[in-house]
């Protein structure tokens, strides 16, 4: 009997024994731990080669909090949950960033128009052909119902800003039509140079090719030969 209970207690006496040394291989210094930009000092135990946190020094170095439920342990780092969160809410496109797609279809009417209306009246000075008003006002029935339909269409700053520039451009071209309506009635002849020459037509061209260079940009440039 004196023998078991002699062997008993060196079992227990190497169970205490073996912790004691297992713990004294490890080596345990005070450290600076810096996490998401915020520091400060903890006790880190290396053992093994690994590094080892106490997790209470981790929750109040990052403001987190830390609790005990049974057998679990959780560690809750509010920076990290704010980062997770912004990551996963979808970022907004830019407002008003330039041309809705309906809008540039519209304004590309427009602009098609005013060109054969602008190509109508070419022609007939370059052939000294008559210029009727009822075809020119054909032509600006239609310009004015895509003008209509573009200010319809606008949605964006850019589309807004571009409907008054397309409306400027209609009536450069609706008072190009009338002034040369009246020079035909009135038997004064106007060449072709008179009509390459002329600051209202120049207006028009200029402005329509600053026009065409907006559509193929998809954003909104503001040209003074379009005011």
């Not at 207690?9 to 210094?29: M, R, T």
């Not at 979808?90 to 519209?106: C, D, Q, R």
């Not at 009727?132 to 054909?138: C, G, P, S, T």
Request: glycine fraction near 6%.
């Amino acid at each position: 009997m004196r023998n078991k209970s002699w062997c008993g207690w060196l079992i227990l006496l190497a169970l205490l024994i073996v912790p004691g040394l297992a713990l004294s291989q490890a080596v345990q210094q005070s450290r600076t731990l810096i996490v998401n930009g915020k520091s400060g000092q903890v006790k880190v135990m290396e053992i093994d080669g690994r590094s080892y946190v106490d997790l209470e020094s981790l929750a109040r170095i990052t403001n987190g909090t830390l609790g005990f439920s049974g057998n679990q342990i959780t560690l809750t780092l509010p920076s990290f949950a704010a980062r997770t969160a912004s990551a996963a809410a979808p970022s907004s496109p830019p407002a008003n960033s330039g041309f809705s797609k309906v809008f540039l279809g519209a304004s590309i009417e427009e602009m098609a128009v005013i060109r054969e209306w602008r190509s109508a009246l070419v022609n007939c000075i370059e052939n000294n052909f008559p210029i009727h008003e009822d075809w020119v006002e054909r032509y600006r029935g239609q310009a004015s119902s895509s003008l209509g339909l573009a200010s319809v269409a606008a949605s964006t700053d850019s589309d807004r800003s571009a409907v008054q520039l397309l409306s400027n451009e209609f009536d450069n071209m609706k008072a190009l039509s009338v002034k040369l309506l009246a020079e035909r009635e009135s038997a004064h002849h106007v060449s072709p140079q008179d009509l390459k020459d002329d600051p209202l037509n120049q207006n028009i061209l200029i402005c329509a090719r600053s026009l065409a260079s907006m559509a193929v940009g998809g954003q909104f440039v503001d040209d003074a030969s379009c005011h």
